[in-house]
Nanobody, 120 residues
Framework: QVQLVESGGGLVQPGGSLRLSCAAS????????MSWVRQAPGKGLEWVSS????????LYADSVKGRFTISRDNAKNTLYLQMNSLKSEDTAVYYC?????????????WGQGTQVTVSS
């Protein structure tokens, strides 16, 4: 079965950095468009970033562009999110999500999430 397992979250001071990882299994990872989404306390899901199946193109929400970098290692079936210059507004549970082939604006699977807390 499809599994997505996020890790790497934690407590970071404003301006700090953190790298999240998502280990994927149960599907041909290299064939799929992948995304990171997040949910801040009391708020709905917010799209953060996406990457094409081969890693050739990346997309970012305006709120994180220039600070976050999405990447993937298809040989390791792993998705990453490098987060720099973190702000308190970045505090959220971060999820990696898989999109169906040909339907990049939707998600059919996501992980359990990893908590990122940005606080001094």
């Amino acid at each position: 079965q499809v599994q997505l397992v996020e890790s790497g979250g934690g407590l970071v001071q404003p301006g700090g950095s953190l790298r999240l990882s998502c280990a994927a299994s149960g599907f041909t990872f290299s064939s799929y468009y992948m995304s990171w989404v997040r949910q801040a306390p009391g708020k709905g899901l917010e799209w953060v970033s996406s990457i094409y199946s081969d890693g050739s193109k990346t997309l970012y929400a305006d709120s994180v562009k220039g600070r976050f970098t999405i990447s993937r290692d298809n040989a390791k079936n792993t998705l990453y999110l490098q987060m720099n210059s973190l702000k308190s507004e970045d505090t959220a549970v971060y999820y990696c999500a898989k999109s169906p082939i040909g339907l990049q604006l939707t998600y059919d699977y996501w992980g359990q999430g990893t908590q990122v807390t940005v606080s001094s």
